[in-house]
Structures are given as structure tokens and as C-alpha cells.
């Protein structure tokens, strides 16, 4: 941990930053699973959308 003290002796703390890269574009497996979650979503919503309106 980077630690530094101010003139009054306040000590500032810093975290260790973590290591940057890059985000690789998904494969087509990883596409066709992302549509595939994306439709459980919205079919969960939905049906929780109409299940809220047929009790209301």
C-alpha cells in the first residue's frame, strides 16, 4: 500500500491499482449465449409483467 503524510501529518492512503487490459470481443459461442440470456431475461420479465397485471 502507497502511504504518504501531508505537511500537518495526515497520512493518505492509497490502494494498489490493479493491472489494465483490454476486453477481447466476445467468440460466437459466448454471442449465441449472451442472446440466449438475454431471452430467458426478457421472457422472465415479461411473464412477471403480465403475472403482475392478471393479479392486479
Known amino acids: ?26 467468440n460466437k459461442e459466448q454471442q449465441r449465449s449472451y442472446a440466449l440470456q438475454a431471452a430467458y431475461a426478457t421472457l422472465l420479465v415479461t411473464t412477471l409483467v403480465l ?4 393479479v392486479s
Open 1 to 26: 500500500m502507497y502511504t504518504t503524510i501531508n505537511e500537518n501529518g495526515i497520512l493518505n492512503n492509497y490502494a494498489n491499482e490493479p493491472k489494465m487490459y483490454y476486453a477481447a470481443y466476445p
Open 51 to 54: 403475472v403482475a397485471l392478471g
